[in-house]
């Protein structure tokens, strides 16, 4: 592990603990040239799933991809980096219980977008409106009323009385 600071590949952990039920192990370490402090994840690594892209084309599943694109679209709203980092978990977790070997990019964008309605709307609309490519502002008023016409609904439903 080279240090972020100085580059010296020599190191000593300084406490390691297991997180997320077990499957990351966060370690602080300090490196041995100049004492500077940092902290690394370790993830398991299952078998790598390949993406389909639209063009056909493969790549390699990256978890970094669609916590980026969560970031982006939850960007200067009041949302903590560890509900975000939540979303991205849940999402990664649910497309590699369901897809073993390749899974096609569209069905990411769906979940991220399914996550994300329950996170954050504004989020949901920001991520939506680049992954659906709305050709024009009728498209992106079209999703906009859907969620309001939802949110109007499920007001009604969790009112008492109503």
């Known amino acids: 592990m080279k240090c972020p600071s100085c580059g010296y590949e020599e190191d000593k952990v300084i406490d390691s603990r297991s997180i997320k039920d077990g499957k ?3 370690r602080r370490r300090e490196c041995i040239n100049c004492s500077h402090r940092y902290t690394t994840y370790e993830y398991i690594e299952p078998a790598q799933l390949m993406v389909i892209k639209r063009d056909g084309n493969r790549e ?3 978890r970094e991809k669609i916590l980026r694109g969560i970031i982006n679209a939850c960007g200067k709203l009041p949302i903590p ?3 975000i980092e939540t ?3 849940n999402v990664v977790s649910a497309l590699q219980a369901e897809f073993r070997n390749e899974l096609p990019s569209s069905e ?4 991220v977008m399914v996550h994300l309605r329950g996170l954050d709307e504004v989020a949901y609309v920001r991520f939506a409106s ?3 490519k ?3 502002i009728t498209e992106f008023m079209d999703e906009l009323r859907t ?3 939802e949110a109007k609904t499920n007001r009604e439903v969790n009112t008492p009385g109503g």
């Open 134 to 136: 709305f050709e024009d």
């Open 24 to 26: 990351v192990t966060r």
């Open 87 to 89: 979303t991205t978990d």
């Open 147 to 149: 969620l309001v016409k």
């Open 60 to 62: 390699e599943f990256q």
């Open 108 to 111: 990411i964008g769906e979940r």
């Open 81 to 83: 980096r560890e509900s």
């Open 130 to 132: 680049v992954y659906r």
